[in-house]
């Protein structure tokens, strides 16, 4: 389990296909790997990913082809940046909000604009994952927990501070990039717990909407 409070930023140093997946090699920067261990949990990009190999500089992991088409590590380049966080401890701060490492789908980035010392980014979720998605709720682009201050339909706001911006691959952005989005845990298993017994029943499947909650009772 991860915070979404990015601890360093690192690079893809090494890319090799392997029969429709993937290994990396991910140099860590100044991220602390002393008290890593070989088969440990490191978020890349907000992708939980296995410490296969441990090195000096870095570790190597293998990428399913699952994680490929779903998110965006297939598309990154050698030495193209990404935000990495060891996954947290009992004893560490939880300074963000609860983040599995599980990508739910890609959101393009549609607008960016200055706001005094800040920055304003409109980011445009895949349809299935608007649902999901409340204002002044919690979002995980790329790794980073971030609050959402807008929603209009399946797009929505966020507001970067100067040290989110320097201190994470935010400020690489250009619109149409794509980032990876895993939406709050909670509104997850909310939508799958209120639909009871159903959901044991083959093909089931729920849409958490205004009429859905009305029929169950949180709506007058």
């Known amino acids: 389990m991860f915070t979404g409070i990015i601890q360093a930023k690192g690079k893809i140093a090494e890319q090799q296909p392997s029969g ?7 140099a860590t920067g100044k991220l602390d790997l002393t008290d890593v261990m070989l088969g440990d949990s490191i978020a890349v990009n907000g992708t939980c990913l296995t410490v296969v190999t441990l090195l000096t500089d870095g570790f ?4 399913s082809g699952e994680t490929l088409q ?8 050698p030495m193209s940046e990404v935000n990495l966080e060891k996954a947290m401890t009992p004893t560490a701060r939880f300074g963000g909000h609860i983040v599995s490492g599980h990508v739910d789908g890609l959101g393009v980035i549609k607008t960016i604009s200055q706001d005094a010392r800040s920055w ?5 979720a895949p349809a ?3 649902k999901y998605i409340a204002h002044k709720g919690s979002i995980t682009v790329d790794g980073v927990s971030l609050t959402v201050n807008k929603v209009d339909g399946s797009k929505f706001e966020l507001n970067i501070i100067p040290h989110t ?7 690489t952005y250009k619109v149409g990039s794509r980032v990876n989005l895993e939406v709050d845990v909670v509104a997850r298993y ?5 639909m009871g017994d ?7 499947s729920s849409t958490l909407d205004e009429n859905f909650l009305a029929k169950h009772g949180f709506m007058k």
């Open 20 to 26: 429709g997946d993937m290994r990396l090699r991910i």
């Open 60 to 63: 190597w992991a293998d990428v």
């Open 70 to 77: 779903y998110t965006s590590l297939g598309n990154l380049k």
């Open 120 to 124: 304003r980014f409109w980011i445009e």
């Open 128 to 130: 299935e994952l608007a």
């Open 165 to 171: 911006m320097e201190e994470t691959i935010m400020g």
């Open 190 to 194: 909310l939508e799958r717990l209120l």
């Open 198 to 204: 159903k959901a044991a029943e083959s093909g089931s």
